[in-house]
């Protein structure tokens, strides 16, 4: 049988070792830190529970049809809640704004908490994190990424938005005038851990899935899903090693022959955790 070393059980990790061992391969993954989850974790404390990284699911079709692609039912593992709103946003000054989903809500209450003109100028922003979500979708987040898709009538007319060093803050400053409304579309970056004014303006495509297609919470946290992702391991006999930070690995005849962990000198006389 062959066999695969997946380094990491964040939730890429998880899911590719488990692609791996549908495949055939006997797979094994090493992971530095003592629990499964990555950027996916959570604090309990006091018997309240918080999200230390994600807390919201948009598509969660691209979920369900990963559990389907490995034969079982997502609805077994855990339990998706859709929202009425995705957040509700508090400023120092009293004011209170509610993102719902629902277009006509939000219609209401950009208008009530922003005026007019920011809510037509908010919906245009939509319609530019639009763009790239039609030239991403099939190309990048529904199959493999290969730069010739992009290759296109529409991507070679947009090929400059990709490439342009403008960030998501040069974006709002562009779109809107009023501050908040800036500093909220600009939050949008923290959603994978990054800073507005570094993030490239393509992430603008993140309000524009939230918006258009909704948000879900995970019933018991977000947590839940590494949980399940690391029962679907161990039921398909996936081993997972915690605490084992991987530094290098060595090769032979264009073979990994084996891994290196830290905490192990390198020397001649080097032990290796594990040799192939
Ligand atoms: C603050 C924040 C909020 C977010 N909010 C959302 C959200 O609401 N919704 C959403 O969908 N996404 C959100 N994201 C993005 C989401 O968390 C990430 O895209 C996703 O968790 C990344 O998973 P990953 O497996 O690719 O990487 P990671 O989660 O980073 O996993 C990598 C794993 O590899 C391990 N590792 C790294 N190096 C080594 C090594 N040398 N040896 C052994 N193990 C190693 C790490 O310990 C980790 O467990 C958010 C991210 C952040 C930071």
New binding site residues.
Partial sequence: MKKAIV???????MVSAIYLSQKGYEVEI????SK?????SELRRDGYRFDT??????LPEILDNFFKDIGRDMKDYFELIELESSAKYFWNDGTVFNSFINESKLNEELDEVFGEKEKDNFFRFLKYGRLFYDLSEDNFLKNEFKIRNYITREGLKNFTKFISGRSMNDVSNKFFKNAKLKQLLDRFA????SSPFLAPQFFSIIPYVEYEFGAWFVKGGIYEIANALEKVCSEMNIGINYG????DFETANKKITGLIFEGEKRSSTMKKILTF
Wanted: aromatic share 6%.
């Fill in positions: 380094c990491g059980a964040g939730i890429g990790g090493f992971e530095k830190n499964p989850g990555g950027k996916m990284g994600p807390s919201l699911i948009t923290t959603y994978n851990g084992h930070k991987l530094i």
